[in-house]
């Protein structure tokens, strides 16, 4: 089942272009709304459940999908570039290239690169010391 993006937009009553945190409280208000435990049913109908566990599945997929684009769906990529919250996170700097976060973990990668590197060198200098230490002990 493919989630209808519109359709829990209008479900939740917010526009497609709404920042992930304006998502996040209209869910927990529908949640609290269709949750057994608030609506005082033992179990709820079926077709409360059905909605409730369509409307968990929804939102998971929108948050991986916030994750992976940097945008909430059906947001087009063209509109991320003017919008005024998701625009500031670029950072500009004299002389230095803007950088947009692309969500593509191509970062987290280079950062874990580094570290390799890093460690790698503090081995080589662990060794070369051990060998120094273990020869002006003898």
């Known amino acids: 089942m493919t989630p209808d993006f519109p359709q829990l ?10 920042s992930l945190d304006e998502f996040k409280r209209a869910y927990r208000r529908r949640i609290a709304q269709l949750h057994p435990d608030r609506t005082g049913t033992d179990g709820g109908s079926d077709a409360a459940q059905a909605a409730l566990s369509e409307l968990i599945a ?4 929108v948050n991986r999908f916030h994750r992976r684009y940097g945008r909430m769906p059906g947001m087009t ?6 919008h005024p ?25 280079a950062r874990s690169s580094i570290w390799l590197v890093v460690l790698f060198l ?3 200098v662990l060794l070369a010391s051990w060998d120094w230490l273990t020869l002006s002990a003898q």
């Open 9 to 18: 937009y209008s479900e939740l009553d917010l526009p497609a272009d709404c």
């Open 58 to 61: 929804t939102y998971v997929a």
């Open 77 to 82: 990529p063209r509109a991320v570039a003017s």
């Open 85 to 109: 919250l998701l625009s500031a996170r670029s950072v500009s700097r004299p002389g230095l290239p803007t950088v947009v976060p692309s969500g593509d973990g191509s970062e987290r990668s």
């Open 122 to 124: 503090a081995l080589l």
